[in-house]
C-alpha cells in the first residue's frame, strides 16, 4: 500500500521560511518522481515543483522559482520542500505526490500573513 505522510505546515510571517517534508512508505521510493502541489483558496490545484528519482533533476513553477527548493533523500523515504521569502500568495493546502502510483499525500496547511 503506498502512503504519503506531510508535516511541516503553519502560521508564518512574510519572508519567512517552512520546511515542508513528506515521508513515503510502500513502494521502492527512488523508482518514482516526487511532485509537490498546492490548492490556493478558490483556485485550482497547480505543481509546484518535481524532482527525479535521485535528485538529478528538479522543475519549480515560476511563482516559486528561486524561492523553493525541492530535494529527497531516498535513504530516509522522503521528500521536502524548502520555502523561502514566502509571501501572502503562498497561503495553499500543500500536497505531495508520487506520479509513478499516482498517490497522494493528506496535504499540510500554509498560511503566510502577518
Known amino acids: 500500500q503506498v502512503q504519503l505522510v506531510e508535516s511541516g505546515g503553519g502560521l508564518v510571517q512574510p519572508g519567512g521560511s517552512l520546511r515542508l517534508s513528506c515521508a513515503a512508505s510502500g513502494f521502492t521510493f527512488s523508482n518514482s518522481y516526487m511532485n509537490w502541489y498546492r490548492q490556493r483558496p478558490g483556485k485550482e490545484r497547480e505543481l509546484v515543483a518535481s524532482?527525479?528519482?535521485?535528485?538529478?533533476?528538479?522543475n519549480y513553477a515560476d511563482s516559486v522559482k528561486g524561492r523553493f527548493t525541492i530535494s529527497r533523500d531516498n535513504a530516509k523515504n522522503t521528500v521536502y520542500l524548502q520555502m523561502n521569502s514566502l509571501k501572502p500568495e503562498d497561503t495553499a493546502v500543500y500536497y505531495c505526490y508520487a506520479r509513478l502510483y499516482k498517490s497522494w499525500g493528506q496535504g499540510t496547511q500554509v498560511t503566510v500573513s502577518s
Open positions: 524532482i527525479s528519482s535521485f535528485g538529478s533533476s528538479t
